[in-house]
């Protein structure tokens, strides 16, 4: 179907509605996610996306057009009951906000393994923040196009790492178990950042803490979050405050990690796999750092996106940024 045929069969469809909740069904068919605009607009090749997408944004205006002077036609023409005693309608309850929803769920999900919630500075000082962490001065981590700075000694924190050195002052002797969420912040915007953003921290410190325990937590978390098939993997990396460092990546959902749906590669994932965040042994400096002696302790960490991990779950937008509109038709979504 064309994209004139879209409209015209939405126009009539529109005019012809006898109720709200009829109203919202269309909309829903026509503008919502797996909606007719949207679906035309995937089927389009990229050589057609510029041409026509001036053109599909006018006929979705005329679209939300037409229902909201329906809406006003239908509530206008309502008569209003003359029976006192009938009872009214109730007002539409409101519920947690997406990102509010999935900080409750990773907090639980953590709690079964006797991790503890913390929440640390957003606004730190340098130590904590970088050069307790084993980030020296001149490192490229700590370039001021990536981290705003409030003098030259305190920034909003762009990671939660630095809740690791706060957490080992604050408990001074391991078994340490902590998962520290909050907001972060980095000069970015695009689809997939944004200037503020959510962080999940976690961090175990023990005498006989290994890889092996790592890989167990992530798998823990990856089955208890994204569903109990979701397998994860490492991925060999850098950050300067674990040694040995990694990137942790889960399979896919839709193509369930095999890269492949039918004889075509997986339009999400591309190779099976999705990545998920970064994780690590903690580096025996950082240890000594936040005066914990690594010669008795060993520790592993892990920080991944709160944002990152909705969108990989829910498949809600692929826009991080819509997250935080006001838009009710997206908010509402479930």
């Not at 999705?274 to 936040?290: C, Q």
Request: aromatic content about 8%.
């Amino acid at each position: 179907m064309d994209l004139n045929k879209i409209l015209n069969l939405a126009t009539s469809e529109i005019e012809s509605s006898v109720s709200l909740s009829n109203l919202e069904e269309l909309r829903v068919k026509f503008l919502g996610k797996n909606g007719q605009i949207n679906t035309y607009l995937r089927s389009l090749p990229k050589s057609e996306l510029t041409t026509l997408g001036k053109a599909i944004n006018l006929a979705k205006q005329q679209i939300s057009q037409e229902l909201v002077d329906q809406t006003v036609k239908l509530t206008s023409s309502s008569v209003l009951p003359s029976d006192p005693t009938i009872p009214g309608t109730r007002p539409l309850l409101g519920h947690l906000h997406l990102i509010t929803q999935a900080i409750i769920e990773i907090e639980a999900i953590f709690s079964h393994l006797g991790f503890v919630r913390r929440r640390y500075p957003e606004v730190d000082t340098d130590w904590y923040y970088a050069e307790g962490l084993n980030i020296p001065k001149n490192h490229p981590a700590r370039d001021d196009q990536e981290t705003f700075y409030i003098t030259s000694d305190i920034v909003l924190t762009a990671h939660t790492s630095n809740g690791q050195l706060h957490e080992m002052e604050l408990m001074k002797t391991p078994p340490i178990k902590m998962i520290n969420i909050g907001k972060t912040y980095r000069r970015q915007a695009s689809n997939t950042h944004s200037p503020m953003f959510h962080q999940f921290e976690g961090m175990l410190i023990d005498t006989d803490v290994s890889i092996t325990q790592l890989i167990g937590v992530c798998d823990y978390f990856a089955k208890s979050y994204f569903g109990s098939d979701r397998r994860t993997r490492l991925r060999p990396h850098h950050f300067q405050f674990t040694e040995p460092s990694f990137e942790v990546d889960i399979s896919c959902s839709l193509c369930a990690g095999t890269g492949r749906i039918g004889d075509r590669k997986c339009a999400v994932c591309k190779s099976g796999w999705l990545e998920l965040g970064g994780a690590g042994m903690i580096h025996p400096k950082v240890l000594e750092n936040g005066h914990i002696d690594p010669k008795k302790y060993r520790g592993f960490a892990f920080g991944w996106g709160v944002e990152r991990v909705i969108m990989m779950k829910h498949q809600v937008s692929d826009n991080l940024r819509d997250l935080y509109t006001s838009d009710l038709r997206f908010l509402s979504q479930s």
